[in-house]
């Protein structure tokens, strides 16, 4: 069996068995997500969501699962108490685990009458795949490593871009045209703040363990983020843009990829009024300085740097 993407989403069989419900009733998710989930993009898009999307979830069940895991995950990522954050993401997981399945069937049959909505879902569980894992850490003692959990988006993206491709002329004649609109900012907008470049640099070229090629490697990665602080190209899709072999060194450990992938914590956090970016850059970087143990004085001064721009107490 072929695996897609939506194989990489976490699954709620890892989540206590012995948790209560939420119990929000689905009509007021429904209404969270009216006035404020809705909210998860840009401003531009605000109606699109809400009245579009909206719409499009009471015709497809798949979507309106989505709908709701994004709001369960978007009220726990405002709590502070553990015990209500686990309920949402035991609830959120299993409407995210329902809405994969219809998913999955929606994909194989895709047409101009579902295409609407599959994308719209593709999004949505992509939302979903970057918070959930961050939202189990605060609450779990074995979770994955922050950095695995955050690659999951990478997965996502490739899969969202997959749909588009099959289904772009269908897309472009329905109400989310407006998502390809040059003259509509995008989701997946970029944001500009300075940073220090240099150090980055120096870090790179004085790690006497890295080889040409993982010099290499890093030097384009911190090209990419350079586009990224600059606005020129995608924050959200810079994990996409590094490319494998980056990804490879995250895994491993490698201190200079895990500072990089810090400072692109940063730009996540910065994107204006986006809650799932802010609070996945926000952890993204509080979990990943934790490992300042035994590194360098520039490491651990560069780590400092991206909590004072996130906003946490040192």
């Known amino acids: 069996m072929t695996t897609t993407f939506l194989d990489l989403l976490p699954s709620n069989r890892s989540t206590s068995m012995f948790l209560p419900p939420s119990k929000i009733p689905d009509v007021a998710l429904m209404h969270h997500w009216c006035t404020r989930t809705c909210y998860s993009f840009t401003v531009h898009e605000v109606e699109l969501f809400r009245d579009h999307v909206g719409q499009e979830a009471l015709c497809h069940e798949y979507l309106m ?82 950095a695995d959990a955050i690659l999951l988006l990478a997965d996502f993206i490739r899969g969202i871009s997959s749909v588009v491709h099959l289904g772009r002329p269908w897309l472009e004649q329905g109400r989310l045209h407006q998502m390809f609109d040059h003259k509509c900012k995008h989701f997946f907008a970029a944001t500009k703040r300075d940073f220090p470049v240099d150090e980055l640099r120096w870090l790179r070229d004085n790690n006497t363990e890295a080889s040409s090629l993982k010099r290499e490697v890093f030097n384009h990665a911190l090209q990419e983020l350079e586009s990224a602080f600059n606005g020129e190209q995608s924050t959200v899709k810079w994990i996409v843009r590094v490319g494998d072999r980056f990804v490879d060194e995250l ?31 926000r952890r993204l970087v509080e979990d990943l300085s934790a490992s300042s143990d035994g590194q360098a004085p520039e490491w651990v001064r560069l780590a400092v740097w991206c909590q004072e721009q996130v906003g946490l107490s040192l």
């Open 65 to 146: 699962d989505a709908l709701l895991a994004t709001t369960l995950l978007h009220i726990a990522s405002e709590s502070t108490d553990y015990i209500k954050i686990r309920s949402l993401v035991d609830e959120a997981l299993h409407r995210q685990n329902n809405s994969v399945s219809g998913l999955r069937a929606a994909l194989s049959e895709l047409s101009p009458q579902n295409c609407d909505s599959v994308f719209a879902c593709s999004v949505l569980l992509m939302v979903c795949s970057i918070v959930s894992p961050l939202l189990s850490r605060r609450c779990d003692d074995q979770v994955r490593y922050t």
């Open 251 to 281: 895994r491993k450990g490698n201190a200079v990829a895990i500072i990089i992938l810090m400072f692109w914590g940063v730009l996540l956090h910065g994107l204006d009024k986006t809650w799932w970016t802010q609070y996945s850059g």
